[in-house]
Every structure is written in C-alpha cells, then in structure tokens.
C-alpha cells in the first residue's frame, strides 16, 4: 500500500506563498435529506476493471513536457523547506505525464507549471501541483480502485487519478466548469472517467460504495453522505474548516467495524464548499 506523508511545518510554506487555494462547492449548511438527484447524462456507463488497463495517453502530453519534468523535479520530487517529497512512483508519473496547460485557461498558460493555484473563473481555482500530488498519494490507491472526488473544477486532479485507477468518479456543481471540464477530459483521452453535474455534498451514491472519496474545497464537517458511501477501510482527504480561516487536511478512515480515525496532515487555505440554493 502506497503511504504518503506531508508534515505540519507545510503551514510556514503555504502561508508564505499565498497558502493553498483548491477549487471546491461552497458553505456548508446540512439538510435534514438530500434533494431529488438531478438527471444527468453519465459518461460512460459503469464498467468492470479491467486486467489489462493502461493508463491514458493525452494528446497533448507530448507539449512542455521538459516543464513537467522540472516541476516534478523542483516542486514535488525534492525535500523543501516545509515540505515532504512525495515518492510514489506512480503519482510522480501522473504529474509527469497529465499536461496541467490545457486545464488552464488559456490566458494563464504560460503560467501553468508554476509552483502555485491559478484561477479559473466562478471564484475557483486549479490546485498547486504539490498539493494535488499530496491528496493523490495520500488516497493511497490500488490500481482497480473506486474513488470519487468532490469538486471536478478544471479537471486536472480527476485527470491525475485517471492515471492511479480506471474508476474515477468526479462531481461538480458549477454548470459551467462541469461542461468545460467534461470537454477537456475527452479532449485528452480521459473519457473513461464518469463526470455528474450535482451538489457533491451528496456524494453519488448510484456508484457507491467507493475505496476513496478526495474532496477538494473546504467543509464545516465531513459530509455524512460521503461517509456512508465509503467503503470499510477505505479513506477521504477532505479539507476541513471554515472560508475565512486557516483548515485543516485531513485523513478519515473507516475502520473495518465502522469507526473512524481521523489524522491532520497540514493546515492549508481552500475555497469553500458551494452548496445547491
């Protein structure tokens, strides 16, 4: 099993360069009961893993790729000051290979490889590399595992899991970062990951229960939906605080007999969860 580390001194580095800024799905106000589930097309239909899978080829892989490597090298790869290098191999290789410019609005592509978020409009924003590598290896997946992420923004981390597991489930609730995210993950061969138009709040139970649920903007709690829909032993990386303070990432596993323990790996600063009017 893959363990990813990251160590409490990360609060010096992400204050410093502007703290972290994940997209995500707004203020959280728990209803009594979920709402109707909107109908939506799914893309595709549900599949078996497959013995054979290999991961995607994006088209445009092939571009800055020599930037990729550096970022790895320099941003993710490398022990810094406040900062764990993230080591596993299949991770490092995902971040090498998804090509992060075309999730960017093209505007801010010469600035994609940077060690920072960058915005992509309806107040959201693509996550630091670093940290999407982070939240990647601290899901700690198998190859035939089933994750679902809250929070679909510009693409990018759902693209990056693609790469971990052919099971990947995203929810987004801003119409249209769905769509534009839904076009570029096509676009780039990442067809086979299932994109729904909804309040992540609520998880998808249709495809539950999950192995891991990576939940990038910040909550007042844990959704309990998204606790019901996972399964025993697996985890959520979920960023927990409120909008206009310091949150912290956590890890929260359910234990085979149903209880939870919960680990804080960093403070961090995330958009706040959106929720449906």
Request: net charge neutral; glycine share 8%.
């Amino acid at each position: 099993m893959r363990v990813g580390k990251a160590i409490a001194a990360g609060i010096l580095v992400l204050m410093v360069t502007g703290a972290v800024i994940a997209f995500g799905l707004g203020s959280i106000d728990a209803p009594a009961r979920a709402p109707e589930p909107q109908l939506q097309p799914e893309t595709p239909p549900d599949t078996q893993p497959s013995t054979e899978w290999e991961p995607p080829a994006p088209p445009a892989a092939t571009e800055r790729a020599d930037e990729r490597a550096r970022m790895v090298e320099q941003q993710i790869a490398r022990q810094r000051l406040g900062r764990q290098p993230i080591k596993d191999r299949v991770v490092l290789n995902a971040m090498r290979t998804v090509p992060r410019h075309v999730f960017v609005p093209k505007a801010d592509r010469r600035l994609a490889y940077q060690d920072s978020p960058l915005r992509i409009g309806y107040g959201q924003t693509i996550s630091q590399p670093y940290i999407v590598a982070m939240m990647s290896e601290l899901l700690e997946l198998k190859e035939d595992a089933k994750v679902l992420e809250i929070g679909t923004g510009s693409g990018y981390q759902a693209a990056v899991l693609a790469h971990l597991t052919p099971n990947v489930y995203t929810v987004e609730i801003i119409d249209p970062l769905f769509e534009r995210a839904a076009g570029v993950l096509g676009s780039q061969d990442y067809g086979a990951v299932r994109t729904r138009h909804g309040d992540g709040y609520f998880g998808w139970a249709e495809h539950a229960p999950f192995d891991a649920i990576i939940v990038t903007c910040a909550a007042g709690h844990l959704p309990p939906p998204l606790w019901d829909q996972l399964k025993p032993g697996g985890r959520i990386v979920i960023p927990i605080g409120g909008p206009y303070e310091v949150q912290r990432l956590i890890v929260v596993t359910k234990q085979l007999d149903g209880s939870r323990r919960s680990t804080t790996v960093m403070s961090v600063r995330f958009v706040p969860m959106t929720r449906e009017e």
